[in-house]
């Protein structure tokens, strides 16, 4: 199973850097697996240690996308390093295993502490909209645009059935971006 987390990491000057990642769940541990080039990669190869949040404010992750990624973080517990101070509940995690890839390496981290700060109220169809349509937009070079618009028309019904002011927020961060990147695409064929 892979649960849709964002990542927070330390970076070399000590900064932390927020990314959101999809995180898979294994008997053994979690399996993290960025595409190269990435400062996630990076940092968890370098410093050996995450921590893995779970939110419901998806602003966080179509912030990340749209160059909005200066969120509130809070010290860990157990690793050095920092946790969305909003999560509703954090794992931190150390790098067990590496097997390398020339594309997508697999890091294979074990859990060292697991905290819950905020209870989960549900499920929001917005939410999984704002992720999907952020899953789109982080593919934006590779997938045919056809496809963009057939999934973005299905995904605005749950935005404008059942949206709330943050959700409204992060999906117009995010057809701001894909209008930014059509411009610019029919720009360089001009
Ligand atoms: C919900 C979601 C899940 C993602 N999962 C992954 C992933 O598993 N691996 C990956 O390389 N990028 C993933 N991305 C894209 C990264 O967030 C994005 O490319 C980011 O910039 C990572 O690069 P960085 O580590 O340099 O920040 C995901 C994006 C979203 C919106």
Redesign the pocket.
């Known amino acids: 199973m892979i649960r849709?987390t964002v990542l927070t990491t330390r970076s070399g000057d000590g900064r932390i850097?927020i990314?959101?990642?999809?995180v898979h769940e294994r008997p053994d541990g979690l399996m993290?697996?960025?595409?190269r080039?990435?400062?996630?990669?990076d940092n968890l190869l370098r410093e050996g240690f995450a921590a893995v949040n779970c939110i419901d404010d998806v602003r966080v992750?179509a912030g990340?996308?749209t160059g909005r990624r200066d969120w509130p973080t809070v010290p860990t517990a157990r690793v050095p390093g920092a946790r969305l101070a909003d999560a509703l509940s954090h794992l931190e995690v150390v790098l067990e295993r590496v097997e390398n890839d020339a594309l997508?390496p697999r890091l294979l981290c074990r859990v060292v502490r697991e905290d819950t700060h905020r209870p989960f109220r549900g499920f929001n169809r917005a939410q999984g909209a704002v992720?999907e349509a952020?899953?789109l937009?982080?593919r934006l070079h590779v997938l045919p645009r056809d496809k963009i618009e057939r999934e973005l028309e299905y995904l605005t019904i749950a935005m404008d059935k059942t949206a709330g002011p943050r959700e409204r927020e992060a999906w117009d961060w995010l057809m701001e971006k894909i209008e930014t990147f059509r411009r610019r695409q029919r720009e360089a064929c001009a």
């Open positions: 849709e850097h990314a959101p990642m999809g993290i697996a960025p595409f080039p990435s400062a996630t990669l992750i990340c996308l997508r992720v952020a899953i937009v982080s």
